[in-house]
Structures are given as structure tokens and as C-alpha cells.
């Protein structure tokens, strides 16, 4: 495990580039961008969350928004009686497949708001943007080119605090596409407007700026290489082999898997109704 600042050392001390500044904002570019594909790939334990979602809401329209920072869903269980919705692709739901089912897909009209006025200063958990008249508080937004995620804890203000470069006429969206929408299914094969979920997802991690900073990764060994891998093509202008490095990412994002096991659940006999099964109850009685 290293600091952001010992990974662009390493990094620049190899290629022997320690003093150029450019080459220094390069690498924080590449590890953040790594840094987020690894946490797109792999359930990472310190970035899963989970939210409660209603169904039943005014706001339902084709399914319910999730969280535009989500990076993957885990699993999806019903608030009031606990019984798991079993992942199916919008593609092929079954409709003489009895057990609750959910799908998630991306909407064309994904983004909510956007424009190319936002001034964001270092260090701060606020903007400015004369584009923008309307409040969403509650959604994410993201700031031009930068990798991170911010929620709206007011019209112009966001969390966490903003560390990178300031932000100077910056293009902005609120709710950016790749946002997506959860739909559940009864046995019935309709759509649930009546229950809440419970959903078990991992989020992207906030961007590294600070040296300060360490990777929410139990094992930075697949980030270090792939950072040294595209610098040494890169800045270092080297000519690579078309496996050099490969076969150490992938055993070392192999091993990232085996540390970021996901969930298992209990393991409880269930009906074709995802209806527990209970030795309490008469068995000849009325299901």
C-alpha cells in the first residue's frame, strides 16, 4: 500500500523524470484513471454502500433513478419482507419465470442539467455557474474532464471538497449519462410500483490529488503497474511488447478479486414464490 505521492515518485523516479512537472500531472492523470476502471471491475469492501429506494414514488417513471456514482449493483432485497430480487437482463425476462426479478438499464434522457460556465475554485464545496437557475440537491454532478463524482448538498454547493486544479469556464452535468434506472418484477410479471428495495451497491472512489492520499484498495500492486505500464509508452517513449506487463496486472488484479470477495447471503430455502419455507406451519396448509 503507497500514498498518491509515492506512486508518481516511483513512477517518474523510474523513468527518470523526477523534475518535470508535466510529467508529474501526467501520472496523477493515468492513476486516477486506472484507479477508477479497478473500482468499476471490482466490488471494492471500503466503497460499498447500500440505499433504500421506493417504488412507490411520485418520481417513478420506467423505474426509479439510482445514484449516478454507483459503480455496480450487488444485490437488490425487498424492505419489508427481506426475500432477494433475483438479476435478470432487460432482454430476456422470462415471463413464465416466477421468482421477483430486477433489471437496471441507461436511459437516453439521462442527464438532468448541463452547461460550460462552471467556476470551481481548489479546495472548495462550491460552485458558480450562471447557467444553472434550478435546485437539484440530491444529485451528482461532475466538473469537465475531472474523474470524480460530487453530490449536491445545495443549488451550488457539493460534496466532498473539491482538491484538484481550479476550474475555470468548465463544462458541467447533473446527473451525467451512464446514470441508470432500477425496474423490479412480480411473479405476476408486472411492474412493482407498491414496495421499497433495499439496494446493495459499490460507489466510485473520490479522485487522488494530495500526495497525502491512498488508493481505497486493499493492494495497490495492479494500479502501480498499469500507471507504469502506459507512462513508460508515453512519457518515456518506449517501445513495449504487446504482453509486457500484462501477465503481472493480471495476476495482481486476481488477487485484488480474491481480497474483494463479494457478499455471500444466508443460505434459506425458498418456494417459486421466494417465500421462505418454515417447519412452523402446517404442511398441508393452504401457500
Known amino acids: 500500500m503507497i500514498s498518491f505521492g509515492e506512486l508518481q515518485d516511483d513512477v517518474l523516479r523510474a523513468l527518470r523524470r523526477t523534475n518535470s512537472e508535466e510529467d508529474r500531472e501526467t ?3 493515468y492513476a486516477n484513471r486506472f484507479y477508477f476502471s479497478i473500482c468499476r471491475a471490482i466490488p471494492i469492501k471500503e466503497l460499498r454502500r447500500r440505499v433504500e429506494i421506493d417504488l412507490s414514488s411520485a418520481d417513478y417513471s420506467d ?21 432477494p430480487y433475483v438479476h435478470r437482463d ?3 425476462i422470462d415471463s413464465k ?3 421477483y426479478r430486477y433489471y437496471d438499464y441507461i436511459p437516453t434522457d439521462g442527464v438532468l442539467a448541463s452547461g460550460d460556465d462552471a467556476e470551481v475554485p481548489k479546495g472548495s464545496s462550491s460552485f ?7 435546485d437539484h440537491t440530491g444529485e451528482y454532478i461532475k466538473f469537465g474532464s475531472e474523474p470524480g463524482f460530487y453530490l ?46 433495499n439496494v446493495d451497491y ?20 495492479a494500479l502501480e503497474l498499469m500507471v507504469m505500464k502506459d507512462a513508460m509508452a508515453i512519457i518515456g517513449k518506449r517501445s513495449l511488447t504487446a504482453n509486457t506487463f500484462d501477465r503481472d496486472i493480471e495476476a495482481a488484479m486476481s488477487e485484488l478479486r480474491k481480497l474483494c470477495p463479494p457478499p455471500s447471503a444466508p443460505l434459506k430455502a425458498r418456494d417459486g414464490t421466494n417465500t421462505i419455507f418454515s417447519l412452523d406451519r402446517e404442511i398441508f396448509e393452504s401457500r
Request: proline content about 7%; hydrophobic content about 35%.
Open 27 to 29: 501520472v496523477k492523470r
Open 128 to 134: 458558480t455557474a450562471d447557467s444553472l437557475t434550478d
Open 152 to 197: 449536491l448538498t445545495a443549488a451550488k454547493s457539493f460534496s466532498p471538497v473539491y482538491y484538484g486544479k481550479k476550474l475555470e469556464g468548465a463544462d458541467y452535468v447533473i446527473r451525467p449519462m451512464g446514470t441508470r434506472k432500477i425496474v423490479c418484477i412480480d411473479s405476476e410479471n408486472d411492474e412493482i410500483t407498491d414496495r421499497s428495495i
Open 202 to 221: 459499490w460507489e466510485f472512489p473520490p479522485p487522488m490529488y494530495n500526495d497525502s492520499d491512498v488508493p481505497l484498495l486493499p493492494s495497490t500492486r
Open 63 to 83: 423505474g426509479m433513478w439510482l445514484k449516478a456514482n454507483m459503480a455496480d449493483i450487488l444485490g437488490v432485497w425487498d424492505v419489508d419482507d427481506e426475500f
Open 97 to 99: 419465470e416466477y421468482a
Open 90 to 92: 432487460r432482454t430476456t
